[in-house]
């Protein structure tokens, strides 16, 4: 398999080349030159491999995806990485990603039962099991630069302490997570751990991040690269999710005639794949809060691939660039001064790096319409609009892509409602996940809606809906009392990588 730049560099490569890399030379994304197809009798396979989620399933079901995309490491090893990484010790579940059902077709994968308690936690302890091994096997180090908007941040920290090779410094938008969140990541002492608040907003820290990898010299001289979502194996390891909660909410059966809305093959040999052979399949909506779009794009992944994806639904906050792109194809990203501070502010992001992946698929894979859309309009205008633009209409009805917007009073009200009729406590972004997906139910079509945090890590929140503290696990009591270890700086690039060459030439 071998991996290609969306702006079109003509170097091709394989996967532990792009592991250690984030950003292609020319500022692209990578993506592999074709997706690899699961057609019936596979997906058949790969549900018999998850095994109802009985102990080691996930892992198995891991490996199997993975190995679709990674020929350069062994298969043995391989599938130990995937076997260390996905256990009920560290997840707290044989099925590592359960669902829970609200009502008859109607349900929530927990994906947030990880050492810090979101969905982050299951790309990032993979990584954190590939980069050292990848890292021991050339006998070299890496210093990772981060950018968080609260939950990538401690994940990735809590991944990488103590692994051999690596150091981590990780940037966050100083004073704008939550004290939970901050907590989680600058309690931290672990000496390889660098945490660095930025005086601004998410998309200050994440342009910092990518001026860093696009600077070639620094990047090769410091060694740098990248957990972010940008980083190709992050979002590999999120597809594996959405084959496991398609298995739980199916039976597994055919079913005649396909889902409404449902669109031809592309052909098992086209780059951009597609639902392919599985048309007669059970289909499953999935429903995502978004704000950098990697995790619905690892659901684009799988659709493309076959899994019987009917519609992938984006779900925003008040920082809603998303939800008016696949409304209207204009894509507007907003300035620090326009992006709103809000009670999902992992979702606080006005420039969705990983959006630039999905567009390249929808344009046709023409990586000069996609370098003259992302590296040209954007950055001379702040926007591009491909309202009039035929692709556009492929966004939902060939891609399967809706959206919807929430606000904090529709969080409060989603919270409220499903604790009142289910006992069960949401965080705020599943919230805005679950308000937006009762607006796209379709009959006969099982919704799964991403559930992204624990609701401790958003508890004043929660306070004000519900009027109590959510639970807290036993290892977080006290946790935003303990001594903080951080740097706070201005958003300039040039003292961040004075910072890190001073970092790293002190190791």
Known sequence: MRYLSTRGHAERKRFCEILLEGLAPDGGLYLPERYPQVDAAALQRLRAVFNEGKPGGYAALAFEILSLYIDDIPAADLRALCERTYTEAVFGNPAIVPLKQLED???????????????????????????????????????????????????????????????????SPHGRMSPFQQAQMFSLTD???????????????????????????????????????????????????????????????????????SQPPQGADSPGGGPAANHNAERVSFTVPSGNFGNVC????????????????????????????????????????????????????????????????????????????????????GRFDLSGDAVFADASAHYGFQSGRSTHADRLATIREVDRRHAVVIDTHTADGVKVAREHLEPGVPMVVLETALPIKFAETIVEALGHEPERPAAYVGIESLPKRVTVMPADVDRVKAYIAERTAAA
Request: charged share 25%.
């Open 191 to 261: 000496p390889n751990i660098h945490n660095i608040a930025i005086e601004g907003v998410f998309d200050d820290c994440q342009d910092i991040v990518k001026a860093v990898s696009n600077d070639l010299d620094f990047k090769r001289r410091h060694k740098i690269g990248t957990v972010n979502s940008i980083n190709w194996a992050r979002l590999l390891a999120q597809v594996v999710y959405y084959f496991a909660g398609y298995f739980q909410a199916t039976s597994g059966a055919p079913t005649l005639p396909a889902a409404r809305g």
């Open 298 to 381: 690892a659901g684009h992944v799988a659709r493309q691939m076959g899994l019987p994806i009917h519609r992938l639904v984006v779900a925003t906050n008040e920082n809603d660039v998303l939800d008016e792109f696949f409304r209207t194809g204009v894509y507007r990203v907003r300035g620090s001064a326009d992006t709103h501070e809000t009670s999902s502010p992992s979702m606080d992001i006005s420039k969705a790096s990983n959006f630039e992946r999905f567009v390249f698929d929808l344009v046709g894979r023409d990586p000069a319409r996609c370098k003259a859309l992302f590296a040209d309009a954007l950055s001379r205008e």
């Open 105 to 171: 077709g109607f349900y929530l994968e927990a994906l947030s039962n990880g050492p810090t308690l979101a969905f982050k936690d299951m790309a990032m302890q993979l990584l954190g099991q590939l980069f050292e091994y990848e890292l021991g096997r050339r006998g070299e180090s890496l210093n990772i630069l981060g950018a968080t908007s609260g939950d990538t941040g401690s994940a990735a920290e809590h991944a990488m302490k103590g692994k051999r090779g690596v150091r981590v410094f990780m940037l």
